[in-house]
């Protein structure tokens, strides 16, 4: 039974380094990169930056999952599936639409507009987020 599992799990000592790990690792990776990739048009980021940057470190999650898995299976000899590498992918596509959503808020606070969202840019009359605390209205 131990020698069986060990294919599933790793190869003892409780290594993370089996197909098991690999799987999981794979799909978790598609899990996370389909979860943040709907976030990035549901959430309403309200001119705020910071939720830029937890959407791109959610999807900077799929794609190191992600390669935790392709490396799995290839130190296993074993071609890797699609799955993991459709979970970069979309981690990666996350991340790029992040910076542009940072971007466009940046330039929003300038004055400068790009094609956005509505629900990315904060409502009319709200504070610049980089406004020092003297000038916001309480």
């Known amino acids: ?15 993370a380094e089996g197909i098991g790990w690999a799987r999981f690792f794979g799909w978790s ?5 389909v979860t943040t990739v709907v976030l990035c048009f ?8 910071g939720r830029t940057a937890w959407l791109v470190l959610f999807g900077s999650v799929a794609v190191w999952l992600g390669g935790m898995s392709v490396s799995r299976y290839r130190s296993l000899g074993q071609r890797w599936p699609a799955i993991p590498v459709i979970g970069i992918g979309l981690g990666c ?27 990315w840019l ?9 406004a020092p605390l003297d000038q916001v209205d309480a």
């Open 122 to 130: 904060g409502p009319p009359g709200a504070p610049d987020p980089l």
């Open 1 to 15: 039974m131990i020698e069986r599992m060990g294919q599933w799990t790793g190869y003892g000592q409780g290594a």
């Open 42 to 49: 549901v959430i309403p980021l309200a001119g705020q930056y």
């Open 93 to 119: 596509l996350t991340i790029a639409i992040m910076v542009y959503a940072f971007t466009v808020l940046v330039l929003a606070s300038y004055g400068i507009e790009w094609p956005a969202p509505a629900h």
């Open 29 to 33: 990776s598609f899990g996370f990169g």
